[in-house]
């Protein structure tokens, strides 16, 4: 009589567990969405105030026309291999990456081709080529072509720059 009993205890004890088991996975999955997405942040530096439509003014763009005299450089903050305060003119555009690029790399993380800086008007848009690390704009990865403004940080793995008009 005592061992059916058991038995049934035991499947019950490893249904529990499988439910325990499977609400902790979830959970898990839930956190990690929300952080991929921009969900609320846990800690760290607010997030910078912006307008209801999250873009910036055309008074910080500088000249709207493509011949102003403005000269976009990437300053190196660190990046390995390089010296601390070196400037790129980026006013062309330029791409960033270890392989035959404008902009070369010695970062183990950086893909061959990694980003690409395309001028657009007096308007300078960094985008991810498909890396497999990523590219990250203000500690934001990127997702999808953003403009550059003045003090803006591009990190590529270990490297990271900022941007200057």
Known sequence: ???????GLKFAFLAVLYLFLLWVSRSALKDLRR???GGPRASGPPAPAQDETGMHSAASLGALDGNADVSPRLVVSSV???ARGMSYDVAEGAVLGRGDVEIQLEDPFASSQHARLTRQGAILVIEDLGS????YLNDELLRGP??????????IGDST?????
């Open 161 to 165: 720059f900022t941007y200057e008009d």
């Open 35 to 37: 952080g991929a997405f």
């Open 132 to 135: 497999t690390n990523g590219t």
């Open 80 to 82: 390995p291999g390089l």
């Open 146 to 155: 953003q403009p550059l403004h003045p003090g803006d940080r591009v990190r």
């Open 1 to 7: 009589m005592l061992e059916p009993v058991s038995v």
